[in-house]
């Protein structure tokens, strides 16, 4: 068990829905990552977020937000899903945000019909 | 930019045999490289990390990496493959200037341990 948790564990919706991904990072981390894994595209790196403010993104599609809470848990949110949007989504979070071991929850894997 | 190849989809050994996956990666700048395992419906888990200093890096279950920079390689080894350690592999790569330290992954090591 590394800590972070992430719900729902699956969620299966329709093409055209909005649905949200919601990850707590572990006791006292600053940093959360989100990570798309998927059978086409492999792991990529979506958003991360440090302390409340966006720090970096990645291959995140415009239909896609993100947003940490002062509590600092975070929120994935997915809009106008596409069949293509099905895929493991995975949270992680380290202390700071600099070179530390990036710590990973179990994901949370969505179908889109 | 940076970026990792991991040679192979797929591995499989024998119990008790060494198991060797390949990674090779592209970075601009000096690289972190990380070894991260996956079993079946679970999430990453850190095997082991090089950022700097020794280049032989030692990591949990028995796993060791060597950072190769004339290479661009970080080949993950275990002398003795055992049944627990069929899982899923990736070789990840992380290094910026700017500060961003998010991960890029290869595509994974399928590995399957035969008794």
């Known amino acids: 068990d590394s800590g972070v948790t992430q719900t729902p564990k699956h969620l299966i919706t329709a093409t055209g829905q909005r649905v949200t991904l919601r990850c707590s990072p572990r006791?006292?981390?600053?940093?959360v990552y989100w990570y798309q894994q998927s059978l086409d595209q492999g792991l990529q790196f979506l958003i991360h977020?440090?302390?409340?403010?966006?720090?970096a993104k990645g291959n995140i599609l415009e239909r896609f937000s993100a947003q940490q809470f002062p509590d600092l848990h975070s929120e994935l949110n997915l809009s106008s899903l596409e069949l293509g949007d099905s895929a493991l989504y995975f949270c992680?979070?380290?202390?700071?945000?600099?070179?530390?071991?990036?710590?990973f929850g179990p994901g949370t894997r969505l179908l889109v019909l | 930019a940076q970026s990792v190849t991991q040679l192979g989809s797929h591995v499989s050994v024998s119990e008790g045999a060494l198991v060797l996956l390949r990674c090779n990666y592209s970075?601009?700048?000096?690289?972190?490289l990380f070894w991260y395992v996956q079993y079946p419906n679970q999430g990453l888990q850190l095997l082991l990390k090089?950022?700097?200093?020794?280049?032989l890096v030692k990591g949990i279950n028995g796993f060791e990496a060597e950072f190769k920079k004339s290479e661009t390689s970080f080949h993950l080894t275990k002398p003795s493959a055992h049944m627990s350690d069929a899982a899923e592999y990736f070789c990840a790569v992380s290094g910026s200037q700017t500060g961003a330290n998010n991960l890029f992954f290869g595509t994974g090591t399928r590995l399957t341990v035969i008794p």
């Open positions: 977020y440090y302390n409340g403010e966006e720090r």
């Open positions: 992680a979070s380290s202390v700071e945000g600099g070179w530390e071991t990036q710590y």
């Open positions: 090089y950022t700097t200093g020794a280049t």
């Open positions: 970075s601009s700048v000096p690289p972190y």
């Open positions: 006791s006292g981390d600053l940093s």
